[in-house]
């Protein structure tokens, strides 16, 4: 099993839609949980921490449940310039970043 | 402030041949930590430096050495490249060894192994 794991994507979704995106890591011990966005030949960049109380940033709204050890990311009204691959990341207990293989997203005019 | 910077950005290198890859960290930061990204994966982490020294490695062979200079920049260096070394190095830098300060990445080094 992968220690973090994502949708296999990709999403195809129409401009305006809402998307969500899903995680789940399988190390209890992980203690800080992260939403990357990365565009295609790039570096990754951080969108948004996680925490368990649940944070958001304008259209993004990104959710933890510990006990679940489940991670999710929501896009609201998606923008064309949303399109990109979406990278969900825990730390280990050494706080080393352990990453998904990403979800890419397409978004549609 | 300057970022990270990576180079070069493009490399192409011949199996069995050594490659070094050059990282310079974010002004302020005393941490290099650099990762592998295969096409479709996620980032892996290779190994992370903290004030010169290693004091983290993932899951690669020894052939993949590191070094961090008193500057705080590093060097990643493979030796006896396989084919499959070919992708995204990235180098991300941070201030101290544990991650919750954040980390900023440069923009990767794409190896191409023939």
């Known amino acids: 099993r992968k220690e973090v794991e994502q949708d296999p994507g990709p999403f195809n979704v129409p401009e305006g839609a809402t998307v969500a995106f899903n995680c789940t890591y399988s190390n209890s011990a992980s203690q800080s949980f992260f939403w990357y966005r990365q565009d295609c030949r790039k570096e990754p960049k951080l969108l948004m921490s996680v925490y368990s109380s649940g944070n958001e940033d304008g259209r993004f709204t990104a959710q933890l449940n510990r006990a679940s050890q489940y991670i999710s990311l929501l896009i609201r009204d998606s923008k064309l310039s949303d399109s990109a691959t979406y990278l969900c990341?825990?730390?280990?207990?050494?706080?080393?970043?352990?990453w998904g293989a990403g979800t890419k997203l397409i978004i549609k005019p | 402030e300057t970022g990270v910077t990576q180079s070069p950005t493009h490399l192409i290198k011949t199996r069995g041949q050594q490659v070094t890859l050059r990282c310079s960290s974010q002004s302020g930061h005393n941490t290099v930590s650099w990762y592998q990204q295969a096409l479709g994966q996620g980032p892996q982490f290779i190994f992370q430096?903290?004030?010169?020294?290693?004091?983290g490695r993932g899951n690669f062979p020894p052939r993949f050495s590191g070094l961090q200079f008193p500057n705080y920049s590093s060097e990643l260096n493979v030796n006896a490249l396989e084919l499959d070394d070919s992708a995204l190095y990235l180098c991300?830098?941070?201030?101290?060894?544990?991650?919750?300060?954040?980390?900023?990445f440069g923009s990767g080094t794409r190896l191409t192994v023939v």
């Open positions: 991300a830098s941070s201030l101290g060894q544990l991650s919750e300060y954040g980390y900023t």
């Open positions: 430096y903290y004030r010169e020294e290693e004091n």
């Open positions: 990341v825990v730390t280990d207990s050494n706080y080393q970043l352990i």
